[in-house]
T-cell receptor, first 121, second 114 residues
């Protein structure tokens, strides 16, 4: 099946610094990527949807200046947590959806990265 | 709004026991329903799905039936194995092609003991 690689799997940073998380589709072109956040014992919460070459669409309540999303190519999306604070500590997961060229309707199927555990001290 | 509620874990079972993980949903219209599984250190993988009422999704011995009258999509397996130990997520999908959104439950951790 399709593979999505997410790095790093775990990161610890100091308060006030920025952290970048990468999400790559290894064997397909992802026209759409999704970023989720999960708090302990809570649902996966959709943060934003990014389409290659255009600005990300953020869900209500998600600060776009804090969580910068870039989807510069069909195989790479990045999430940068800027000026991180302890309350940003969470598990972040990306998912990618193949485009029409992959034989699937856009967003028909989702393939997930393994997640990034962010701890802000 | 749309939401998914699934039973809290962890669920601990002995090998060959019967498994049920409950999932109910709230949605307008007729969403598609999914179960995803996350093995340790890996991303979520699609386990099974159902796209309309009374559909039964099945894979690897797991089954779930789309019950519109009870808005449920409970996951079952007749005889679990140690290798089934993972976190299971129930999800619904709303929208149309190109605008789909997935809404997930909290995940239920299953631990199967030998």
């Amino acid at each position: 099946g399709a593979v999505v690689s997410q790095h790093p799997s775990r990161v610890i940073c100091k308060s006030g610094t920025s952290v970048k998380i990468e999400c790559r589709s290894l064997d397909f072109q992802a026209t759409t990527m999704f970023w989720y956040r999960q708090f302990p014992k809570k649902s996966l919460m959709l943060m934003a949807t990014s389409n290659e070459g255009s600005k990300a669409t953020y869900e209500q309540g998600v600060e776009k200046d804090k969580f910068l999303i870039n989807h510069a190519s069909l195989t790479l999306s990045t999430l940068t947590v800027t000026s991180a604070h302890p309350e940003d500590s969470s598990f972040y997961i990306c998912s990618a959806s193949p485009g029409q060229g992959g034989g699937f309707a856009t967003n028909e199927k989702l393939f997930f990265g393994s997640g990034t555990q962010l701890s802000v001290l | 709004g749309n939401s998914v509620t699934q039973m809290e874990g962890p669920v601990t079972l002995s090998e060959e026991a019967f498994l049920t993980i409950n999932c109910t949903y709230t949605a307008t219209g007729y969403p598609s329903l999914f179960w995803y599984v996350q093995y340790p250190g890996e991303g979520l993988q699609l386990l099974l799905k159902a796209t309309k009422a009374d559909d039964k999704g099945s894979n690897k011995g797991f089954e779930a039936t789309y019950r519109k009258e009870t808005t449920s999509f409970h996951l079952e397996k007749g005889s679990v194995q140690v290798s089934d130990s993972a976190v299971y997520f129930c999800a619904l999908r709303k929208g149309t092609s190109g605008t789909y959104k997935y809404i997930f439950g909290t995940g239920t951790r299953l631990k199967v003991l030998a």
